[in-house]
């Protein structure tokens, strides 16, 4: 039997008062989520351990059976794997977002949305400016990107930047966990505010304000870590010969590739509401025959999330449902290899919040034989009643992957 996953990033929610008091999967038209709720077995899964931060590299990398307390190194080691930036030993990589500080609050973390070719004229820049055999900074995707710092102490206490919209940014700066991360702490509150010295009348900055953009005015530095030790899944679950990951997001690009899938690039995959849904599933349908094991990741909800955009939410789910799952259900129903399908997202990001949650998530199995349970749809209560229960851990992939 063939596997796919169907991840829809930050899709759970809380209920919204303006929706009846329905969450947004509750209120949206998903017709193909909820075929395989029906037809499936549900459940909920707990994809942030206790005493971790309900971050996407934890939960997407729990989701694929990784041990938190094992593998957790943040997201800029996952970030270099997927750029192709190999680490030393003693290298910390973190997570470098470009944002928008306004009257010396964080007015977002992502300046508003920003081209890639855009953020590669700024980091190159910096490099420039600011980089040296110690420092060096590397050009991601958007606004994601990511910074190395030779011999760098990762125990420091960094602030994801989308945690804290509208908070005085230097109330949010890196501060030292240990003794030894103080120069550390301290070299990279110098770039950040040498950045924004730099970054503040440089001509791509002027001219988006001049169009009434957010300037990308200044660096911000999170989720620093060292090369993790991950397994590839290969080894884990010989049954996946060749495996795939299909995002447009770097860190879960670098978790594949630690875990031994091969990263698919798909024209026009933004990782916002604009991306190419009904590209990334026809990907996923050719690495479906061409392998066994694809991982479709698709980010547009979490953003939507982020931005408090409860009817732009509401249009990715809906989206994800419409122009991809429901072309990988029509076009694997007949397969003469079966192809077992689940459906989850990888934790909530409220639009009242605007930020992740550590809650539970539902997730739903389906495959050619499986013997349904009472669920009739898929979102947070009904997925309460499915016959999984509370999964947590490996528990989820180890059950998918038994059929």
Request: net charge negative; aromatic share 6%; proline share 6%.
């Amino acid at each position: 039997m063939k596997h796919i996953i169907i991840l829809g990033d930050g899709m759970a929610d809380w209920k919204v008062p303006a929706l009846g008091d329905k969450t947004l999967l509750q209120y949206a038209h998903t017709p193909n989520m909820d075929w395989i709720a029906r037809m499936g077995r549900n459940g909920l899964l707990q994809t942030v351990p206790e005493g971790f931060h309900p971050g996407s590299e934890v939960a997407n990398s729990s989701i694929l059976g990784y041990d938190q307390h094992k593998v957790y190194e943040g997201r800029g080691p996952l970030e270099a794997a997927s750029i192709g930036v190999e680490l030393a030993d003693d290298d910390l990589a973190l997570r470098c977002n470009l944002i928008c500080i306004e009257e010396g609050k964080i007015k977002n973390h992502s300046c508003g949305r920003l081209e890639t070719e855009e953020a590669d004229v700024l980091i190159r820049f910096l490099q420039e400016k600011l980089g040296n055999e110690r420092i060096h900074f590397y050009t991601g995707v958007q606004y994601r990107h990511l910074l190395v710092i030779k011999g760098g102490n990762k125990h420091l206490h960094c602030t994801p930047p989308h945690d804290v919209p509208g908070t005085p940014f230097r109330d949010c700066m890196v501060k030292a966990e240990v003794p030894e991360a103080q120069e550390t702490a301290d070299l990279l509150n110098r770039l950040i505010l040498e950045s924004q010295r730099l970054l503040a009348d440089y001509p791509l900055n002027l001219r988006r304000m001049k169009e009434g953009r957010d300037a990308a005015n200044s660096i911000w530095p999170w989720g620093g870590g060292n090369r993790p030790a991950m397994v590839p899944l290969t080894e884990t679950y010989p049954q996946i010969k060749k495996g795939a990951v299909i995002t447009a997001v770097d860190l879960i690009r670098g978790i594949g590739r630690y875990a031994g899938l091969q990263v698919i690039d798909v024209e026009g995959a933004t990782g916002l509401y604009d991306t190419n849904y009904e590209g990334k599933a026809q990907a996923a349908i050719e690495a479906l025959k061409d392998g066994d094991f694809v991982y479709l990741h698709v980010e547009a909800s979490d953003e939507a999330g982020h931005d408090g955009n409860v009817e732009l939410k509401l249009q990715t789910i809906e989206n994800l449902d419409r122009h991809a799952i429901g072309p990988i259900l029509e076009a694997v129903k007949d397969w003469e290899e079966p192809v077992a399908i689940a459906v989850l997202p990888d934790h909530p990001t409220p639009c009242a919040h605007r930020t992740h949650t550590p809650d539970p998530i539902p997730f739903a199995i389906y495959y050619p034989g499986i013997e349904p349970d009472s669920v009739q749809t898929f979102d947070e209560d009904a997925a309460k009643a499915g016959s999984y229960g509370l999964l947590r851990g490996d528990e989820f992939i180890r059950e998918f992957m038994k059929h």
